[in-house]
């Protein structure tokens, strides 16, 4: 079965510093994961996917198959940055399309 | 584009009681909907997957007859919780999901059980 782990639940560091929020994914088959983003009193939002190899916010994450990691990092956090962080692994066959999330990472970008 | 809505945002009922929650995709059709459950400052729990027009898949160790799920359009999927008890009480949310892409959530639904 997969899983996905994120390792810290908390997270804080301060405005303009680097950020880096880990994920390590288990599973057999060709993965494909994803970034979502909770903020306050909002809904879950797509914060980018590892397909797209794409940069969103100043986020970027690379998809490390050897370590089975996507880890989501940023070189300079903003206070906006603030919110829950999962990481989301997709899986394919019959379950096409069903995500599998961590824990979640709560973000906190102190002034 | 890709919007998703839930109704009601929030509900209180009474012990024994039914509620029904309505997730609706505005701007497309969804060919799959996820029903999920979100404990504070928790995870998602998947509940279940629904395709438009067929039964849903309900993930281990839920009830299927308790958390009643129907997808009658490619817009619509709602979720019943029937006879509701306290324990019932969560945060609960849906996406929608074309095919070949990601899913897009609702903006969940706050069910209280006195």
């Known amino acids: 079965a997969q899983r996905v782990t994120q390792p810290e639940k908390l997270l804080s560091v301060f405005k303009g510093a680097p950020v880096e929020l880990k994920c390590n994914y288990s599973?057999?088959?060709?993965?494909?994961l994803f970034w979502y983003v909770q903020y306050s009193r909002q809904r879950l939002q797509l914060l980018l996917r590892?397909?797209s190899r794409e940069s969103i916010k100043g986020f970027t994450a690379d998809l490390n198959k050897g370590e089975t990691s996507f880890h989501l990092k940023k070189p300079f956090a903003q206070e906006e940055d603030s919110a829950m962080y999962y990481c989301?692994?997709?899986?394919?066959?019959?379950?096409?399309?069903?995500?599998?999330f961590g824990q979640g990472t709560i973000l906190t970008v102190h002034p | 584009g890709a919007v998703v809505s839930q109704h009601p945002s929030r509900v209180i009922c009474k012990s024994g009681t039914s509620v029904k929650i309505e997730c609706r995709s505005l701007?497309?059709?969804?060919?799959?909907m996820f029903w999920y459950r979100q404990f504070p400052k928790k995870s998602l729990m998947l509940m279940a997957t629904s395709n438009e027009g067929s039964k849903a898949t309900y993930e281990q160790g839920v009830e299927k007859d308790k958390f009643l799920i129907n997808h009658a359009s490619l817009t619509l999927s709602t979720l019943t919780v029937t006879s509701a008890h306290p324990e019932d009480s969560s945060f609960y949310i849906c996406s929608a999901m074309r095919v070949a892409d990601t899913q897009y959530f609702g903006p969940g639904t706050r069910l209280t059980v006195l």
């Open positions: 989301a692994l997709r899986t394919g066959g019959t379950s096409y399309g069903k995500l599998t």
């Open positions: 701007d497309f059709q969804a060919t799959t």
């Open positions: 599973y057999s088959g060709s993965p494909e």
């Open positions: 590892h397909i």
